[in-house]
Antibody, heavy 116, light 108 residues
């Protein structure tokens, strides 16, 4: 069974750093890219970018390029989404999803709350 | 980059009625690489349709997709209570792989 399991909810202060994770199982992790999708409170879905775990090639939406970093560790079947300096506007639910184009399996989401 | 505009923003219908949701792209979607997702409150999105008209695994046949180029439609032939949710289209032909803003399907 294909599963993407994300790390738990986070509460952070503005300016802090954060890395959230997405662990794949039930399939060959390196055969499929992983996308990250943001959903701000009460809003729609926004595609942030994706990573190919086999070589860590990345593809970012211009809206998120430079604001987040997507990485992966294929040895442990895990993709990451990272911020170096969080802002209140980063408060959102973040989903990872397997790219079988389209996005066929989704993680359960990680809620990130940034508040002073 | 391609912008997707969904209409209407909200659709109020009763169970057993037919729902028609629209997704219009600002440019031609490559190879009709257009997907539809359903999202219920507190849940992750679920893939419904890909390639504009192919149902994902386990999706009932009351859901159908059509369209090509820049205009796409998701039709639910006879609404069941569990179909009331938010629906998003996404193009995956050209990066960045944008979503539409969503259509909320609510019970009338």
């Amino acid at each position: 069974e294909v599963q993407l399991v994300q790390s738990g909810a986070e509460v952070k202060k503005p300016g802090e750093s954060l890395r959230i994770s997405c662990k794949g199982s039930g399939y060959t992790f390196t055969n499929y890219w992983i996308s990250w999708v943001r959903q701000m409170p009460g809003k729609g879905l926004e595609w942030m970018g994706r990573i190919g775990p086999s070589d860590s090639d990345t593809d970012y939406s211009p809206s998120f390029q430079g604001h987040v970093t997507i990485s992966a560790d294929k040895s442990i079947n895990t993709a990451y989404l990272q911020w170096t300096s969080l802002k209140a506007s980063d408060t959102a639910m973040y989903y990872c999803a397997r790219n079988n184009w389209p996005l066929d399996y989704w993680g359960q989401g990680t809620l990130v709350t940034v508040s002073s | 980059e391609i912008v997707l505009t969904q209409s209407p923003d909200t659709l109020s219908l009763s169970p057993a009625e037919r729902a028609t949701l629209s997704c219009r792209a600002s440019q031609t979607v490559t190879s009709n690489y257009l997907a539809w997702y359903q999202q219920k409150p507190g849940q992750a999105p679920r893939l419904l349709m890909y390639g504009a008209s192919t149902r994902a695994t386990g999706i009932p046949d009351r859901f159908s997709g059509s369209g090509s180029g820049t205009d796409f439609t998701l039709t639910i032939s006879r609404l069941e209570p569990e179909d009331f949710a938010v629906y998003y289209c996404q193009q995956y032909g050209t990066s960045p792989y944008a979503f539409g803003q969503g259509t909320k399907l609510e019970i009338k």
